[in-house]
Each structure stands twice: as C-alpha cells, then as structure tokens.
C-alpha cells in the first residue's frame, strides 16, 4: 500500500530553490537528501530529506525560483512496506533493513510472505465484518488424534488383528505421499462427517497441524470428502517457527476474540483460552505417534534410554538410530478399552513394541457430539452479546471460560484414597481440572461437601459422607466424564460398587448442572423448546453420555481393577486416604470451623460397620426386601431412560424434518 506525502519548506524564513538531489520517478530511501534550499540570514546550504521510502512522483518549484514558510516542494509517493517476501518489499521491490522487517504473517502456505502491522488490522477487521454478517466465527482445528487417527502400513500390518480387519467396512483410508516410502492408515473419528457439516454452517473452518504440508493437505482432502471446507485454510509444521507449540498470533496476530480451538493437546497451546481441549482419539492401540513433536520424541527417547539400562548388556537400544530410520515412528500410545490414567498419575513408557489387545476395534465414542455442543453454545453466546451499534465485541475467551466454569459450579469435591500420600493434591491432574470447571475442591469433609470420589469403599471419608444425607459418592469415572465431555453428567450411573446414592440428593440445578444452565440466556435455545441445545447435541450421537462412560475402555469394572492396582502397588498409600485428613489435627479443625458439626472417627465407624453387617445377616428379610427396593429403582431408571430416547429421537426427526 502506497501514500502520497507532501514534502515542504519547513524554514520561518524566505529563501530559494538551490538545487534538486534527486529526478522525477527516482527512488527514494528514508533519510536521503533529496533537495537543497537556500534560506535567508544562512551561511549555507540547506538539505531536506525523504520522509520515508518511495518514489519522487512530482516537483513543484524549478531552481533559483522563491521559496516561502509552509510551501509545498515536491509530492513523494511513500511505500509502507505493506507487503513483504524473504526480507524484500513486495510493492516496491527494496531490500529491507532489520527494522523494516514484519514478522507477521496471515497466509496459510506462505510463512515467508509477511504484512505489516497496520495492513494486518485492516484485513483483520474486514474479516471481523465479513464473519459477523455471516454469522460466523473462527475456528481451528487440529487434526492428528483429534479429527482422525494415522498409523503406518509397517506398524498395522505387525499387529495380530490386522488380517481381521475389514478395511473397508471399517472406512479406513489409505495413502503414499509423495517421494515418501511410507503408507499411511487412516481412521476418521466417528461422526466426523456429521460434526464437520454442523460446525461450517457456524464457523469458518481452518486447519493447523504439526504434520508436513504434504500429510497436512492430503488429510484435509480425506475429511472434507469433496466439500470446500477449508479451501487453503490449511497451516501444517512446514509452515510454523516453533516445532512444538502452537500460536494463534500465526493467524491472527492482532485480535483473537472470534476464534476458537478444538485440540486434543492443551499443552502445545500452552493452555490457550481460546481452546476447547476434546478427549484424544486413538484407534489404533500402542501405535506410533505420527508426527510427533521434538519435545515427545525427547521424552520417548529418555524413557527408552533408561528402559534399555535395566536389560542385558548385550541388548542394544537407540533411539536415535529409529528416529532416523523412521521419523513417525516415535513412542506407543495406550490401547482403547484401558484405563487412561491422568497424566500425573500414568507411568513413564517402557517399550515401544504394540500390546496385544483383545478389544479391538474400539467401539465410538461420543466426543464429537460433546464438542459440537460446545461450540454451539458458544456461537449462541456470543451472537445473543453482539451489539448492534456499538463497536465493542464479546470475545470468545470469556464466554468458553464461562461455560467451562459451570460444569461444577456449586460442586464441593473431596478426594478419598485416590493420591498418593506424599502427593500435594493441588499439584493433580483431578484437583487442577475440578478447580477449571468451576468446583471448589476440600480437603476434608464438610457441610458444604457435595460430592467425594473414591476408588475404595471402606475409606473414612467414604464413611462419613454416607453418614450424611445429599452428598455423592462417585467413582472417578464420573469426574473424568464430566471433564472431559464438558457437561456434568449424571451421578446415579457412576456409583462407587457398594455404595447406595444418597439419601436426599443435592438439585443438579442447585449443584450447578451445565445443562440446566446453558439455556438460561436470553437468546433462544437452538435445541428442542424444553431442552437448552447443549444436551440435544449429545443425544443426537449413537449414545446416552449418562449412560456410556467415555473413557475408551470396556468395562467399568476393568477400570477398577486397573485403578485398585495401581494404588496398591504404591507402599505409601494405604487403606489410610492420602491427604485424606484423618488424623486428630484434620478433626479437629473441623470441629472447630463448623462448630455443632460431629466428625465420626475411625473406630466409630468401623464399629457401626460391624453393627450394620450383623444386623444385616441377622434380618436376611430386610435384605432381601431392600434389593427389592433397588432393583424397582434400577428399572424405573430404564423405563425413564428409555422414554427419554424415544422422545428425543421424535425431537430430532422433527428437526431434521423441518431443515
């Protein structure tokens, strides 16, 4: 972008035109002289210089002719460097200096072809007003385990369901890249195609992945299966500064208030606001990470570097070497159908070599639908705040935060037996995510104590809460659900084996229940008239959230197993819950904070245990008569269940219907 400056006699006195330095149509750099006047009362000559680069476009007053204050010399046409490439002026073609140069891009492809800060704002803001009269906003999506799930022909082909596998059936995609030796294996998440049209009527679509342009445009062609969803939206490593993090300053360097991201990773966003983190996906169990990043492949390499030093000296182990053999091939991923464990509690990796595992394929998961949801309440959100006047927008961080935050609103969470007891709870994977979501965690039992996740039954704290009436006791199955599908689902399908749900549960609309809340703001719902859109997005996937735990394992009681041996092979943790406050200390300040507040102690509880379990075999009647009670109530939740996908099914035919 060029403008046009006048260059002027800026001398209080007359004077005259002594000579020009420069023609009409030269080119000229900030600071050159470009004219010589001379000004009455002084002993010599005076230089005047360009303003800035550009061209001489036109002189005004020939030599020797009368000069007066404020008297226009010459017109410069400045170029403002706009528009650069590789350190070079793409309007007027000069090298540049450092100072001049703009490390700002905007194109996808071209890294190299930078803009300046001001050009920047301008397109920016012509494309904040094309968006808000479509009604769109920005979104970024990553791909690799998020989007799909990429393997290589050499790992799929070694595993023992491979010659099972029906390709096709399974609607895995295949490819060679160019001048590349590698096959490629691709799964698409299930739901993909639905999720992708759902969220373009909403958002204008953009891909930012670490995999190389080639992978990066061929993986964007499989998904967009001949739609024009990302048209060269797409940024790839090849493109990036940084290997291992991502920026949306890369896209949008001056405003990011439209722009979300969807990404299974929180940390290469470095915990970006703009992120909507959705649960990973991985379909091909203890396959390598295709294009990993420098930082995992450091990790990796470390892991299997101490691995090889506790086998035979005659075992040699170099991760170097793979690396260099195989560039993807970096560290194996935990099978489907296994206990995910948060990442303060998983264990370093020790081998690379794929797991046999019997539960294969993994059956879909609903994330997709729980992340559609998301995005949906975010798009009403901030269209129902835009102004209609007013220059001010919403931004999305706030909102995002704002829908994060009332997953646990009114939830007062108390661990038990689920640390180890030299583990600060604050530092965990559980306590950071619960505190995110908009709970209040404790460290002791309260009043206030609305909920305790425990892995054992026989726990005190477990003991006491039964002890109370409305307070939950939940497995951790619960809390990850919760977290990791952005909604508080439903705690009466996520008991503790052994433990009955409270006697007079707490309102999930007191509790602070996403669902009952998202409808709440002035715009009208998107979902059903007596649903808030949040929940019928979720429905509107194979299964029931409440119903189908979202771990990616394959039974509830596996899970267990996994869980309970975990805590157990730790000699520090024991029966005794770790932070658990049940030393006389913890009681104490309990007492004395709450005052007319009894905490049972250990040795009562374990007596009126006993008490319980002799009166229980010695009145087999009651026993019998209560599991009556509680299958009734489990049938009843069927029938409830079962009306509520009748009705919701109807729900969606009608809708469908009427688009």
């Known amino acids: 972008m060029n403008s046009e400056c006048n260059v002027s006699y800026n001398y209080p006195k007359n004077g005259s035109l002594f000579a020009w330095k420069v023609r009409e149509g030269d080119q000229v750099d900030t600071g050159q002289p470009i004219v010589e006047v001379d000004v009455e009362g002084s002993p010599a000559i005076c230089t005047i210089y360009a303003p800035g680069d550009g061209t001489m476009k036109r002189q005004l007053v020939q030599p020797k002719k009368a000069l007066r204050p404020e008297q226009v010399l010459c017109i410069l046409e400045i170029c403002e460097h706009s528009m650069q490439l590789a350190g070079m002026c793409a309007v007027c073609g000069r090298v540049l200096s450092d100072s001049q140069r703009s ?16 050009q920047a704002e301008k397109y920016e803001e012509e494309t904040t007003k094309r968006l808000l009269s479509e009604r769109k906003l920005s979104l970024v999506l990553d791909l690799d385990n998020t989007l799909v799930h990429a393997t290589t022909e050499a790992f799929f082909q070694q595993t023992p369901w491979a010659s099972q596998v029906d390709i096709a059936a399974e609607d895995i995609k295949h490819f060679v890249l160019q001048d590349s030796p590698l096959r490629y294996y691709v799964k698409l998440r299930h739901g993909l195609a639905q999720y992708l049209q759902e969220v373009n009527k909403l958002f204008e679509l953009h891909v930012y992945t670490m995999g190389k342009r080639q992978y990066a445009n061929q993986i964007a062609e499989i998904i967009a299966d001949g739609k024009n969803l990302f048209y060269d939206r797409v940024l790839s490593r090849d493109e990036c500064h940084d290997m291992n993090f991502k920026t949306l300053k890369r896209l949008f360097p001056c405003d990011d208030s439209m722009v979300v991201v969807v990404d299974d990773r929180e940390d290469v966003w470095k915990r970006s606001k703009n992120l909507v983190r959705i649960e990973p996906f991985i379909y091909f169990p ?25 086998e035979d000296k005659g075992t040699s182990a170099n991760p170097a070497e793979s690396t260099e053999a195989n560039p993807v091939v970096e560290e194996s991923q935990s099978p489907p159908g296994e206990m995910q464990l948060p990442p303060d509690h998983r264990p370093e990796p020790t081998s690379v070599s794929p797991p046999k595992h019997p539960h294969w394929p993994p059956a879909p998961d609903n994330y997709l639908a729980c992340n559609l949801a998301v995005l949906r309440e975010v798009h009403r959100r901030f269209f129902s705040r835009v102004p209609a006047v007013a220059p001010l927008l919403p931004d999305v961080k706030a909102i995002i935060s704002a829908i994060k935050s009332e997953v646990f609103t009114g939830c007062h969470v108390v661990f038990s037996a689920l640390f180890p007891m030299d583990a600060d709870p604050t530092r965990t994977y559980e306590w950071r995510h619960v505190s995110d979501f908009g709970g209040t965690c404790q460290r002791t039992i309260t009043p206030q104590t609305t909920h305790v996740v425990a892995v054992k039954k026989d726990t005190s704290k477990v003991n006491q809460a039964r002890a109370m009436s409305g307070v939950w006791v939940v497995h951790p199955t619960w809390l990850y659900t919760c977290i990791k599908s952005w909604r508080r689902v439903n705690e009466a399908h996520f008991p503790l084996e052994g433990v009955p749900p409270p006697k007079s549960p707490p309102s999930r609309t007191q509790s602070g229940s996403t669902s009952s809340r998202l409808g709440s703001n002035d715009a009208p719902d998107l979902g059903a008239p007596d649903d808030d859109g949040f929940t019928l997005a979720l429905r509107e996937s194979s299964g029931d959230l409440d119903r189908a735990p979202l771990l990616g394992m394959s039974q509830l009681d596996e899970m267990d197993r996994e869980v309970m041996d975990f805590l157990d092979g730790d000699d520090s943790e024991g029966d005794a819950d770790a932070n658990d406050g049940d030393n006389d200390q913890g009681q104490n300040d309990v007492e004395n904070n709450h005052r007319g507040y009894k905490e049972t102690t250990e040795e009562e509880e374990e007596n009126a245990s006993e008490a319980l379990d002799d009166r229980g075999r010695d009145d087999s009647a009651r026993g019998k008569r209560k599991r009556d009670v509680e299958q009734q109530r489990d049938e009843e939740l069927d029938q409830d269940h079962d009306e509520d996908q009748e009705e919701w099914a109807r729900l969606l035919e009608d809708e469908l219907t009427n688009d």
Request: hydrophobic share 35%; no cysteine; proline share 7%.
């Open 286 to 310: 203890g396959g390598p990470v295709v294009n990993a990043l420098p930082m995992d492949k450091a990790i990796s390499s470390s892991s299997t570097s101490v691995s090889a030093a506790t």
């Open 103 to 118: 490390d700002i891009s905007i194109s996808h492809a071209h890294p190299r072809l930078t803009v300046s800060r001001s």
